[in-house]
């Protein structure tokens, strides 16, 4: 059985830092692309930032470039995928989302992928606010 396992989220002020993490289980692929998504109420799910094992990729949003930081490790027939946020910003505010697919390229993965394409988590919401 799949299962991805998000947190980290939580209310941080602007300008402050958050480290969101995944642990998906249950997978059996040798090569597979993993990210982060966000959605707010009323609004398209967005591909935050991606990461690619077939070919080491990664994919920011314009956006978040140069504020977050995707990093992954495979452990004990475990992948961890971790969203180091730094600079938030109020518009930064969503529930984030992890999901994890068939090998694709990072910026593949962050565009094309719907809930309906591979393996998503529950969620975990981040607030920035005063």
């Known amino acids: 059985q799949v299962q991805l396992v998000e947190s980290g989220g939580g209310l941080v002020q602007p300008g402050g830092s958050l480290t969101l993490s995944c642990v998906a289980s249950?997978?059996?692929?040798?090569?597979?692309?993993i990210g982060w998504f966000r959605q707010a109420p009323g609004k398209e799910r967005e591909g935050v930032s991606c990461i690619s094992s077939s070919d080491g990729s990664t994919y920011y949003t314009n956006s978040v470039k140069g504020r977050f930081t995707i990093s992954r490790d495979n452990a004990n027939a475990k992948i961890t995928v971790t969203l180091q946020m730094t600079s938030l910003k109020a518009e930064d505010t969503d529930v984030y989302y992890c999901?994890?697919?068939?090998?694709?390229?990072?910026?593949?993965?962050?565009?094309?992928?719907?809930?309906?394409?591979?393996?998503w988590g529950q969620g975990t919401q981040v607030t920035v606010s005063a």
């Open positions: 249950g997978l059996s692929l040798d090569h597979y692309a």
């Open positions: 999901a994890v697919g068939p090998t694709l390229p990072a910026q593949a993965m962050c565009l094309v992928a719907t809930p309906g394409f591979g393996f």
